[in-house]
C-alpha cells in the first residue's frame, strides 16, 4: 500500500500530536513534574546552603535533625508536599500546628533560619516545601542514616489545612491496618510503611502518648523490665503535657537511625502500640524480621519510602506560590 505525500504528512502530525499531547495538557494546567536539580539555574547552591545550615544547626540543637523528618511526615501526608505546616494562625484559620496531631513537634524558628539563609542569596526562589524536603533528606544523614537524592520544584500552598490533619496523620494508638491504609492512600507500600516508622528509632515520646500502656496495668505484649523504666520515666498515669516527661524511642542508639528499632520491637520494647502492632500482623511481621536481621535493608527501603513520602501530590509549575516568609502567605 502506498500513501501519497499529503496523506503521510497527515499522519506525522497526527504522530505528533499524540506524542505532544501530554505536554500541552501539563503547560496548560500550569502543573510540570518534579526533577533532579530544579535550582541550577535559579539558584545554584540551594541544595549546599540548605545543607549547611542543617549541619550548622545540628552542632548547635542535635534534636532538629529529628523535627525535620518529622516535618515531612507531617507536611507530606496533609493534602501535599508543600509547606502547608508551616503557616501561622492567621485570620481565624487554624495553624496545621496547633492539632492534637503536631504535640511536641518543634523547631520551627529554625525552619526560618534556612529560608533566610536561602532568601540572601536567591531572593523568593527556593519553595519553604523543598525546605521542608531537603533538610528532612540531609537531617537523616546527620543521624547516621542513609545518603540519597531527592527531586525539587515544590511550591509552597497558600492555604492551611488544619481540619484535614486528623484524618490524615495516623495516631500513636491507631490500628496498624487504618496506618497501612493511610500510608497506601499516598503511595507507600507496606514494606515502605514499615520502613517509616523505623523513624521511631531516633528521638522521643512525651508520657502523655505512652501511659496507656502501662497504667493501669501493663500492656501484656510489653516486655516486664522495659515496663518498669517505663514507669520511671513516666511515674503518673495523668502526666502533665506542658512538663517534660519522656522516653527515648531507642535507649541504645537514641540519635542514631538504626535498626535497632526492630530488634527492640521482636524484644517486646516497643514503645508506642502502634510500633508493637508491626510484629504481630502478618503483612508487616517479616518485614520487622528482615530489617531487623540487616540494617542496610532497612536503610535502602527507609530512603525509598521517604522519597515517596516527599513527592506525594506536590503543587508545581504556576500553582502555588514561592513565600518570602514560610510562616506566612505573601501578601500581594
Not at 277 to 291: C, F, G, I, N
Amino acid at each position: 500500500m502506498h500513501l501519497s505525500r499529503k496523506e503521510m504528512a497527515r499522519n506525522i502530525s497526527s504522530a505528533l500530536i499524540f506524542l505532544l499531547l501530554p505536554l500541552l495538557l501539563q503547560f496548560y494546567s500550569g502543573k510540570s513534574e518534579l526533577q533532579f536539580n530544579y535550582y541550577a539555574q535559579s539558584c545554584p547552591r540551594a541544595e549546599e546552603i540548605i545543607k549547611e545550615q542543617v549541619v550548622k544547626l545540628y552542632s548547635k540543637h542535635g534534636n532538629t535533625a529529628v523535627s525535620w523528618v518529622r516535618n515531612l511526615f507531617h507536611d507530606c501526608m496533609v493534602q501535599s508536599c508543600d509547606a502547608s505546616l508551616l503557616l501561622e494562625t492567621v485570620n481565624g484559620i487554624e495553624s496545621e500546628k496547633a492539632s492534637p496531631r503536631s504535640f511536641g513537634m518543634r523547631n520551627f524558628k529554625y525552619v526560618n533560619t534556612i529560608k533566610e539563609a536561602v532568601e540572601s542569596e536567591c531572593p523568593v526562589t527556593v519553595s519553604c516545601a523543598d525546605i521542608v524536603a531537603l533538610s528532612a533528606r540531609d537531617g537523616i544523614v546527620m543521624l547516621g542514616g542513609p545518603r540519597f537524592e531527592m527531586k525539587t520544584g515544590r511550591r509552597d500552598s497558600t492555604e492551611s489545612y488544619g481540619a484535614a490533619v486528623e484524618d490524615s496523620i495516623p495516631n500513636h494508638n491507631d490500628s496498624i491496618s487504618l496506618v497501612l491504609s493511610r500510608f497506601q492512600s499516598i503511595g507507600v507500600d507496606v514494606e515502605g510503611t514499615v520502613a517509616l516508622l523505623g523513624s521511631h528509632s531516633v528521638g522521643r515520646v512525651h508520657c502523655v502518648n505512652l501511659v496507656h500502656r502501662i497504667y493501669p496495668t501493663v500492656d501484656p505484649t510489653m516486655d516486664p523490665d522495659y515496663a518498669e523504666y517505663l514507669k520511671r520515666r513516666c511515674p503518673t498515669p495523668d502526666p502533665d503535657p506542658q512538663a517534660v516527661l519522656y522516653s527515648r524511642n531507642d535507649r541504645e542508639t537514641p540519635m542514631i537511625l538504626d535498626n535497632n528499632y526492630y530488634k527492640n520491637l521482636l524484644g517486646h520494647k516497643g514503645l508506642l502500640m502502634v510500633d508493637q502492632q508491626l510484629t504481630s500482623d502478618p503483612l508487616t511481621s517479616p518485614y520487622v524480621e528482615k530489617m531487623a536481621a540487616d540494617n542496610g535493608y532497612f536503610h535502602d527501603q527507609f530512603s525509598r519510602a521517604v522519597v515517596l513520602l516527599s513527592e506525594n501530590n506536590p503543587l508545581t509549575g504556576d500553582q502555588g506560590e514561592i513565600r518570602k516568609d514560610c510562616r506566612f502567605v505573601n501578601s500581594n
